[in-house]
Protein backbone atom coordinates (compact mmCIF):
# COMPACT_ATOMS: atom_id res chain seq x y z
CA UNK A 1 0.00 0.00 0.00
CA UNK A 2 2.82 2.09 0.82
CA UNK A 3 4.31 1.98 -2.61
CA UNK A 4 1.36 2.72 -4.03
CA UNK A 5 0.81 5.65 -2.50
CA UNK A 6 4.49 6.76 -3.14
CA UNK A 7 4.14 5.73 -7.18
CA UNK A 8 0.83 8.17 -7.73
CA UNK A 9 2.38 10.98 -5.70
CA UNK A 10 5.58 10.43 -8.21
CA UNK A 11 2.72 10.29 -11.31
CA UNK A 12 1.17 13.13 -9.64
CA UNK A 13 4.41 14.91 -9.68
CA UNK A 14 4.93 14.07 -13.38
CA UNK A 15 1.22 15.15 -14.65
CA UNK A 16 2.07 18.55 -13.19
CA UNK A 17 4.86 18.72 -14.63
CA UNK A 18 3.51 17.44 -17.97
CA UNK A 19 0.78 21.15 -17.62
CA UNK A 20 3.62 23.05 -16.52
CA UNK A 21 5.27 22.28 -20.46
CA UNK A 22 1.79 22.41 -21.86
CA UNK A 23 1.53 26.11 -20.36
CA UNK A 24 5.03 26.77 -21.62
CA UNK A 25 4.07 25.60 -24.93
CA UNK A 26 7.03 23.06 -24.78
CA UNK A 27 4.95 20.51 -26.00
CA UNK A 28 1.28 20.48 -27.90
CA UNK A 29 -1.91 19.80 -26.81
CA UNK A 30 -1.97 16.58 -28.72
CA UNK A 31 1.50 14.79 -26.90
CA UNK A 32 0.12 16.23 -23.99
CA UNK A 33 -2.67 14.24 -24.05
CA UNK A 34 -1.11 11.19 -24.91
CA UNK A 35 1.18 11.32 -22.23
CA UNK A 36 -1.78 12.02 -19.78
CA UNK A 37 -3.07 9.00 -20.82
CA UNK A 38 -0.27 6.98 -20.50
CA UNK A 39 -0.08 8.29 -17.04
CA UNK A 40 -3.48 7.57 -15.95
CA UNK A 41 -3.66 4.91 -17.17
CA UNK A 42 0.10 3.99 -15.03
CA UNK A 43 -2.18 5.22 -11.64
CA UNK A 44 -5.34 2.90 -12.38
CA UNK A 45 -2.75 -0.45 -12.99
CA UNK A 46 -1.30 0.97 -9.39
CA UNK A 47 -4.25 1.66 -7.79
CA UNK A 48 -6.10 -1.98 -9.01
CA UNK A 49 -3.45 -3.89 -9.89
CA UNK A 50 -5.76 -6.79 -10.66
CA UNK A 51 -6.50 -5.41 -13.38
CA UNK A 52 -3.29 -6.15 -15.00
CA UNK A 53 -3.69 -9.94 -14.19
CA UNK A 54 -7.05 -10.02 -15.95
CA UNK A 55 -6.17 -8.67 -18.97
CA UNK A 56 -3.19 -11.27 -18.66
CA UNK A 57 -5.20 -14.16 -18.69
CA UNK A 58 -7.41 -12.90 -21.79
CA UNK A 59 -4.46 -12.93 -24.01
CA UNK A 60 -3.13 -15.84 -22.65
CA UNK A 61 -0.02 -14.79 -20.44
CA UNK A 62 0.31 -15.93 -17.06
CA UNK A 63 1.09 -13.01 -14.93
CA UNK A 64 -0.31 -9.62 -15.23
CA UNK A 65 3.34 -8.18 -14.03
CA UNK A 66 4.62 -9.73 -17.60
CA UNK A 67 2.05 -8.39 -19.99
CA UNK A 68 3.32 -5.02 -18.29
CA UNK A 69 6.49 -5.74 -18.51
CA UNK A 70 5.41 -7.13 -22.41
CA UNK A 71 3.67 -3.28 -23.18
CA UNK A 72 6.74 -1.99 -21.94
CA UNK A 73 9.11 -3.27 -23.85
CA UNK A 74 7.11 -2.43 -27.29
CA UNK A 75 6.81 1.18 -25.78
CA UNK A 76 10.31 1.99 -25.30
CA UNK A 77 11.62 0.21 -28.74
CA UNK A 78 8.47 1.74 -30.38
CA UNK A 79 10.18 5.13 -28.62
CA UNK A 80 13.50 4.67 -29.36
CA UNK A 81 12.38 3.93 -32.98
CA UNK A 82 10.70 7.26 -33.46
CA UNK A 83 13.80 9.25 -31.72
CA UNK A 84 16.14 7.58 -33.81
CA UNK A 85 14.43 8.62 -37.05
CA UNK A 86 13.98 12.47 -35.73
CA UNK A 87 17.87 12.44 -34.79
CA UNK A 88 18.39 11.22 -38.38
CA UNK A 89 16.27 13.56 -39.93
CA UNK A 90 17.52 16.70 -37.89
CA UNK A 91 21.53 15.28 -38.68
CA UNK A 92 19.83 15.82 -42.86
CA UNK A 93 18.39 18.82 -41.93
CA UNK A 94 21.89 20.24 -40.21
CA UNK A 95 24.03 18.71 -42.95
CA UNK A 96 22.07 20.48 -45.79
CA UNK A 97 22.43 23.94 -44.10
CA UNK A 98 25.96 23.49 -43.64
CA UNK A 99 26.56 22.50 -47.19
CA UNK A 100 24.91 26.06 -47.88
CA UNK A 101 26.44 27.77 -45.52
CA UNK A 102 29.92 26.67 -46.96
CA UNK A 103 28.77 27.52 -50.34
CA UNK A 104 27.33 30.73 -49.69
CA UNK A 105 31.16 31.49 -47.64
CA UNK A 106 33.02 29.88 -50.99
CA UNK A 107 30.92 32.26 -53.24
CA UNK A 108 31.75 35.76 -51.04
CA UNK A 109 35.18 34.78 -50.77
CA UNK A 110 35.27 34.18 -54.84
CA UNK A 111 34.20 37.17 -54.87
CA UNK A 112 36.26 39.33 -52.93
Known sequence: MLIQIILIVAIILIILRLIYKLRGRDI??????????????????????????????????????????????????YLMFRLLLRIEKIERHI??????????????ENEE
Open 28 to 77: GLGQFSIWLIIWLMAILVIWYPKITSYLATKVGIGRGVDLVIYISIIVVF
Open 95 to 108: TGLVREMALKNNNQ
